[in-house]
């Protein structure tokens, strides 16, 4: 089974930037397709961005030209680079498959705030 542990949250001001990172454990990290996922308070989870075991890259309307999505395959790692940050990008962020998503990790928390 995978298991997922991202980091990098923190509170930053408006503009500011914050690099996330996810490790997967277990088998099968390599050969799906992967997204970053953000839960505001009290609601669903919302995915953010996407990337297939290729590179090939999605991302949701609120995010484009501000996030970017990679992956290093031979560490079982996902990225996520988040620049121009807005008090609305604040969330708890979680990585998962793109489809059918498993156990969710513990996420970490993003503030952004002035």
């Known amino acids: 089974q995978v298991q997922f542990v991202e980091s990098g949250g923190g509170l930053v001001q408006p503009g500011g930037s914050l690099k996330l990172s996810c490790v997967g454990s277990g088998t099968g990290f390599s050969t799906y397709l992967m997204g970053w996922y953000r839960q505001a308070p009290g609601k669903q989870h919302e995915l953010v961005a996407s990337?297939?075991?290729?590179?090939?890259?999605n991302f949701g309307g609120s995010v484009k030209d501000r996030f970017t999505i990679s992956r290093d395959n031979a560490k079982n790692t996902l990225y996520l680079q988040m620049n121009d940050l807005k008090p609305e990008d604040t969330g708890v962020y979680y990585c998962n498959f793109r489809y059918n998503p498993t156990t969710w990790g513990p996420g970490t928390q993003v503030t952004v705030s002035s």
């Open positions: 990337i297939s075991p290729g590179g090939n890259t």
